[in-house]
């Protein structure tokens, strides 16, 4: 019996370092459009940029079918089933969360949009929107204060190949309630506000390509008024760098770096302005060599939890990283990768560094050999 929350698979950690499954859907085309029916892999639009399909997979019934130009597209997701059953009660739903014996603790998903591919002699790509509301009632059942979440998210992107060039970008505004009080009980409604933005290049030349990225992740200067701003992140799949806000190395497999005062190094990135350089070279069909230079700092600055309620951290920069990885491609789905990443690390992570305290913080660096096995 597992008693700990999985993180980023449906299997334990221990599972994970094995085999574990995690999807099993049914993918059917029908007259009315294609669907697929099952567990599988959820916030996957778009750019990579906010995309969570590392994560434990959903159940989902997704639909798609194509309306002239436009395809139309339309899904349903349930983030968290506490109804009672025969697996809850043996997992960790049923140790960590009693909602699993009651009704309506559930929350799920509802989204809809569409894409429009283009193509023409100079450029093609695809534009789209999707739309997204999001009820979470898993705290109604808290006897302290229970409340519900209803989050309304328009989510618009694009991409185009434009001649050696790639641009893509993406945005994400989320509003709505993330606190609304139940059963008539006194408390505090919060309200959200939130926004993100995405914009990345790449330009290839022979051998040689260039690029950059940009991000903009909203920032929570207050904890305590009645809106919540930080409610947007980068996602579990956008990995921009070795070390800073990097999940699938850092804050999965090393187990996640801290500064002080919890202030966090791994992903997924939220609270930023970051932006990075990329320059590379393909010797070979096989072979790429990549060096990127990243800079990121807080959006705002993040709010002491030990101090005088509403005081700040005195730092607000994350710093600037330095990578160099080398990639080999060993068959068509097996490939090797080396990574050489260097962080010199900036003030937010001193956390509240008080006056009589003067937290000091140290560079970072990461050697990594990483072999990936795709099938």
Not at 109 to 121: D, L, M, Q, T, W
Not at 279 to 308: E, R
Not at 310 to 331: A, F, L, N, V
């Amino acid at each position: 019996m597992n008693a700990v929350q999985p993180e980023l698979s449906a299997g334990t950690r221990a599972e994970s370092e094995n085999i574990a499954f995690d999807s099993a859907y049914i993918d059917y085309t029908s007259p009315i459009g294609s669907f697929q029916v099952g567990y599988m892999p959820d916030s996957t639009w778009g750019t990579v940029f906010g995309n969570d399909s590392i994560g434990s997979d959903r159940g989902m019934i997704k639909w798609s079918a194509p309306a002239g130009p436009v395809i139309l597209v339309a899904n349903y997701a349930k983030i968290k089933d506490n109804s009672s059953s025969a697996v809850s009660t043996q997992s960790w739903y049923w140790k960590n969360n009693l909602n699993a014996t009651r009704t309506d603790r559930d929350s799920e998903s509802y989204r809809a949009g569409f894409i429009v591919p283009f193509k023409n002699e100079k450029a093609n790509g695809q534009a789209g929107v999707l739309f997204i509301f999001t009820r979470d009632a898993s705290n109604r059942g808290e006897a302290s204060g229970p409340y519900m979440t209803k989050i309304y998210q328009a989510n618009p992107y694009f991409k185009a190949n434009i001649g050696p060039v790639a641009l893509q970008g993406e945005a994400k505004y989320s509003f709505g309630n993330a606190v609304e009080m139940e059963y008539n009980i006194p408390g505090n409604d919060k309200k959200i506000d939130s926004l993100s933005v995405f914009l990345d290049g790449n330009a290839k030349f022979g051998m040689v390509n260039v690029g950059g990225s940009f991000a903009y992740l909203q920032g929570d200067d207050n904890a305590g008024d009645d809106v919540v701003h930080d409610v947007n992140t980068g996602g579990l799949d956008w990995n921009p760098c070795l070390i800073m806000f990097n999940t699938d190395i850092v804050q999965y497999w090393v187990g996640g770096i801290e500064g002080h005062t919890g202030s966090q190094v791994g992903g997924p990135m939220k609270n930023a302005w970051f932006g990075q350089l990329r320059a590379g070279v393909s010797p070979t069909p096989q072979f790429d060599i990549l060096a990127s230079v990243s800079y990121a700092t807080a959006d705002k600055k993040n709010v002491n939890p030990y101090h005088t309620s509403g005081d700040r951290y005195p730092g607000s920069g994350y710093g600037t990283e330095i990578d160099i990885t080398g990639t080999y491609k060993i068959t068509n789905n097996l490939s090797y990768m080396l990574g050489i990443g260097y962080l010199f690390t900036g003030d937010n992570f001193k956390g509240r560094d008080l006056a009589d305290e003067d937290y000091k913080t140290n560079d970072d660096f990461i050697v990594i050999n990483k072999l990936t096995l795709s099938f």
